[in-house]
């Protein structure tokens, strides 16, 4: 599988297994890719910085506090200037440290600073790659979007049998091509999904704001990711981590989403997941309100862009696919029906969010997709699962592979 100028950020870390990262350089040079390294102490017990250097033809990092590296912040323009990060091995200590957010070393600080997707190549004793502590990393860093290859089954250095070998060169190479070539009913399109509620501010303490925990819409930004488009999600404040291999935009109110949307065109599918307050205060001031002896503030609303409207009318530079979202508490079709004509856009995600119901801030939701073609309604499904079939149906009406 071609991987011709792609950039490989390559962290080996320090087991065993070590040895073969040397050959997974020459794998990937073959294919086309530029390779950099960082060595972490323990991988130079094994291995030496100056023959992965002679390797990949670039400099080997090793310290986190080296003076001509961090002079320009070395270690974020490692975590930025890459296409995808391979860590191999990822030892049993470098796994914890990723699933703790440690970040006590050069290889740590890269893997928490980067917002790259990241492929990791397990390599341990049976024994520690079965341990519940070792299992429960794996579940948080899968569930981070990291992508796993391997292990795989086989005799260990101690004299054991079972799984915890590193993947051989050419099955890691396999897995980067997979993750930088993508195959899926997306493949090759930008999306832009926003994300989460805005926040609007009453004075430089309180504001405006809704339920939205964001779920769905970060699970739709995962799922596009996961079916080969190009993400970009404008997330409103959510304390919800950033989906790995999205490029993610935080933004507070509904104006500053707006412009984050502007300025992400063109793309070729718009979702606006998001929960945009309708109303800003217009006289905000600089100071907080007080309380005055029971006289309550006098607060003037004044409504906010409307950015799903704005974006679907458009004449030019609209993306060709727009899907908006209407969060109802009744007459839930009836709306969502209005909604599609009034906004202008291809297809609308309508659901019940009423405070008994508890889709905001839950795990599952009940979904009615609205559009000029009539209404199709799912059983309750998670958000997870929602934002699977909901990208599978986009691929579909952008003609991409099922």
């Excluded at 997330?235 to 981590?241: D, K």
């Excluded at 599918?269 to 100071?287: C, K, L, S």
Aim: glycine share 10%; net charge neutral.
């Amino acid at each position: 599988m071609a991987l011709q100028g792609k950039r490989i950020l390559l962290v080996i870390s320090g087991g065993i297994a070590a040895y073969k990262s040397l050959d997974l350089i020459r794998r990937l040079r073959e294919r086309g890719a530029t390779v950099r390294c960082i060595l972490t102490s323990g991988a130079q017990q094994f291995i030496t910085p100056l023959a992965a250097s002679a390797l990949t033809g670039q400099r080997t990092h090793t310290d986190l506090f080296d003076r001509e590296d961090e002079a320009d912040i070395g270690h974020i323009k490692l975590a930025r200037d890459a296409d995808l990060v391979v860590v191999a091995p990822a030892t049993a200590n470098l796994m914890a440290k990723m699933a703790g957010g440690q970040a006590d070393d050069l290889a740590s600080t890269v893997l928490l600073a980067t917002t790259l997707p990241i492929l990791i190549a397990p390599a341990m004793n049976v024994r520690m790659w079965l341990h519940p502590a070792t299992q429960r990393n794996l579940a948080v860093l899968q569930g981070d979007g990291v992508h796993v290859v391997g292990p795989n089954e086989g005799a260990m250095a101690e004299a054991e049998f079972g799984p915890g070998r590193m993947s051989e060169p050419l099955e890691i190479v396999e897995a980067a091509g997979r993750l930088l070539a993508p195959a899926g009913p997306l493949a090759g399109k930008h999306v832009i999904v926003t994300s989460g509620p805005t926040h609007e501010p009453i004075d430089p303490v309180r504001y405006i704001a809704n339920r939205s925990s964001g779920k769905q819409g970060h699970a739709i930004a995962k799922a596009a990711a996961k079916a080969g488009a190009r993400v970009t999600l404008i997330s409103g404040p959510v304390t919800l981590p950033d989906p790995a291999g999205v490029t993610t935009l935080r933004v507070e109110s509904a104006r500053e989403m707006l412009e984050a949307v502007e300025k992400a065109l063109p793309a070729d599918i718009g979702i606006f997941a998001a929960a945009v307050a309708d109303w800003r205060v217009a006289n905000t001031g600089g100071q907080k309100i007080k309380k005055k002896d029971g006289a309550l503030p006098e607060l003037s609303l004044t409504e906010n862009p409307d950015i799903l409207a704005t974006i679907s009318r458009r004449t030019e530079n609209r993306p060709p696919l727009m899907v908006g979202f209407a969060a109802e508490t009744e007459h839930v079709i009836e709306h969502a029906k209005q909604k599609l004509a009034k906004k202008g856009c291809d297809l609308i995600v309508a659901n019940d969010v009423s405070a008994e119901i508890g889709v905001m801030g839950g795990e599952s939701n009940t979904v009615h997709l609205v559009s000029a073609a009539g209404v199709e309604t799912w059983p309750t499904l998670s958000k997870t699962e929602v934002a699977r079939k909901l990208v599978e149906r986009l691929g579909a009406m952008t003609g991409g592979a099922s």
